[in-house]
């Protein structure tokens, strides 16, 4: 048998379909999506009706970025069986990446939980769902569901602490579920921050123009008239942005999902009315005195909108969720494939930043109330910084020197602030506001590094879902002994549950071509299987009456037959003198 370039066994003529699928799935994890496609489709085609390649077919689809290619065969896969929790949750993870399909990729996700309680695959895509959704409390109980199931789920663990860090996923403003292309919503999102940054920009340049020609140089009148200029100006913007929203019946939608999107245009429509009350106050050549607060408020709304509302969304977004929580669970993840522990890696670090954030935040209102009202105060400063100095070693990101830099720059200040309020010494307390100033600065160098380099920053848009392929599990396959044995049994046992218990009824089966068995059974059975469709089906060979086939699976209404997806096959021996030695 020869080797193609990549080293790995050449094609063979005379594999069957599992074989090939068990090939398509090697590629698969070997990161080779395009020949992974092509070992799938080999055995779809040597075995048209088996749902294993279809679902394989559509995961290499989805590897290659084709994710519209992805769906087909995953619907085929359910068509063939539909009681398949594999094929439920391929069809999921291929549905949720189609406009306007999240709902139904919910559904055929509480269908495969439904079928599959016992696996943890299923929660961790309704998790996946809900987080694609911003539903984090959601996400988080779906996630904890799975690692119940299975403690070492990575994607499970990687993806709770993202829950846990309250993550926003690439498009906040874009509900998964809406029937709109998220490229619309988009260019809807992209209309509305241009107009929120022009009219913030041009008012708070005109309102400091205006102020320092009237305090300069005396032009105080011809720059109101330009003023008003700007005005104007700001009308032709307004309509040109707004032409470029298009989808206006979801405009309130957006900007409630994306509250920063509605603050931003909420601060540009409060600067333009704001800069015009300001001109015509000052047009007033005596201003009442009750006016001048009034007045330097409007100023202050127009020039200060914009910082005021930067500095409040990074004060939020370090204070947002739990981050240490988030390290904890990271932590667990233990033995990862490779893009879990990227995942890992890359959001243990931005928790730990969001960590130091805080405690940056907090040290700088303790230290700023001690040197204001009591200087002894400064002494609970050396304990601040302990939860981010143990997420730190407890994280392992020894590697990012930036972030070593700016954690012992604030453990610094928190014990040169402690020294300063114990001692009374003017030096701990410069040394201590010193490195403050200077863990800001390392904050910003960073920041800068990272967008220069086009790189994950220190910030909340870094974080990584893990998104690992589901759905590929083989499918049980019934071999000619067991084809046999229901071909000829004479007598074949539906044990089914119901509200009081479970329950066995007589039962005429066949096995189809695709492996599932095709039922008769009484109508107590078939309302029972709506409630719960996991049944067992019992026979025995006649032909040779020493063995019996019991087939575990998943039962669903097809017309007037009772279609079983495999899901276990175990095969026994009756006792008997042929036992004995």
């Known amino acids: 048998m020869g080797t193609d370039a990549r080293g790995t066994k050449g094609d063979h003529p005379d594999r069957s379909s599992r074989e090939w699928c068990d090939e398509a799935l090697t590629r698969l994890d070997a990161g080779r999506p395009e020949s992974a496609l092509e070992a799938a489709r080999r055995a779809a085609d040597l075995d048209p009706v088996a749902e294993w390649p279809q679902r394989l077919i559509s995961l290499a689809h989805e590897r290659l970025g084709r994710d519209a290619d992805a769906v087909p065969a995953a619907e085929r896969a359910v068509d063939l069986a539909g009681g398949s929790w594999p094929a439920r949750l391929r069809l999921a993870g291929a549905l949720r990446r189609v406009p306007g399909r999240w709902r139904e990729a919910a559904g055929h996700a509480a269908l495969a939980r439904k079928f599959a309680p016992e696996r943890a695959g299923p929660q961790v895509m309704l998790g996946d769902l809900a987080l694609l959704r911003g539903e984090h409390r959601e996400a988080e109980r779906a996630y904890r569901a799975a690692l119940a199931i299975d403690p070492g789920d990575p994607q499970a663990r990687v993806n709770l602490a993202l829950a846990l860090l309250r993550w926003d996923p690439p498009r906040p403003h874009h509900d998964p579920a809406w029937p709109v292309d998220p490229r619309e919503t988009g260019r809807a999102r992209r209309a509305f921050e241009v107009w929120s940054r022009q009219v913030r920009l041009l008012v708070a340049v005109a309102t400091i123009v205006i102020a320092g020609s009237a305090l300069l140089l005396d032009w105080g009148t011809q720059a109101r008239l330009a003023g008003f200029a700007v005005l104007v100006l700001l009308v032709p913007v307004t309509v040109r942005q707004a032409r470029r929203v298009g989808l206006w019946p979801y405009a309130g939608a957006m900007l409630a999902r994306d509250p920063w999107l509605g603050a931003s245009v909420v601060s540009a429509a409060l600067s333009a009315p704001a800069f015009a ?43 947002r969720g739990h981050p240490l929580r988030a390290l904890a669970e990271t932590e667990r993840a233990g033995e990862t494939t490779r893009e879990a522990e990227r995942a890992v890696r890359r959001n ?116 990584l879902m893990c998104d690992l392929p589901m759905g590929a599990e083989p499918s049980v396959a019934l071999d000619s002994g067991v084809r046999q044995t229901f071909s000829y049994a004479r007598s074949i046992v539906l044990a089914y549950g119901d509200a009081y218990g479970p329950r066995v009824a007589g039962a005429v089966a066949s096995v189809t071509s695709s492996g599932e068995l095709r039922l008769i059974a009484e109508t107590e059975a078939w309302q029972a299987i709506e409630d719960d469709p996991r049944v067992a089906v019992f026979a025995s060979d006649p032909l040779q009456r020493r063995f019996w086939v019991e087939v575990r699976g998943i039962a669903l209404a097809d017309s ?18 042929h036992q004995r030695r």
């Open 560 to 577: 007037d037959v009772m279609r079983v997806t495999p899901k276990q096959v175990l095969v026994g021996e009756f006792p008997g003198r």
């Open 277 to 319: 009350g300001w001109l015509l106050l000052g047009s007033v050549h005596v201003l009442p005195a009750a006016l001048d607060p009034v007045w330097a408020g409007l100023a202050g709304i127009a020039v200060l909108g914009w910082p005021a509302l930067a500095a409040l969304r990074a004060l939020t977004e370090a204070w």
């Open 348 to 463: 243990a670090g931005v928790a730990l930043w969001l960590v130091l954030g805080r405690t940056w935040s907090v040290l700088v209102a303790l230290l700023g109330a001690a040197l204001a009202v009591e200087p002894g105060l400064a002494v609970a400063a050396v304990v601040v910084p302990y939860p981010l100095v143990r997420g730190y070693l407890r994280a392992r990101r020894r590697g990012d020197r930036w972030l070593a830099a700016a954690t012992w720059l604030v453990v610094l200040a928190a014990g040169a602030g402690a020294a300063g309020g114990l001692l009374g010494a003017a030096w701990a307390w410069r040394a201590g506001t010193g490195a403050l100033g200077a863990a800001a600065v390392v904050f910003v160098a960073r920041a800068l590094h990272a967008w220069w380099r086009g790189g994950p920053g220190p910030w909340r848009s870094s974080l």
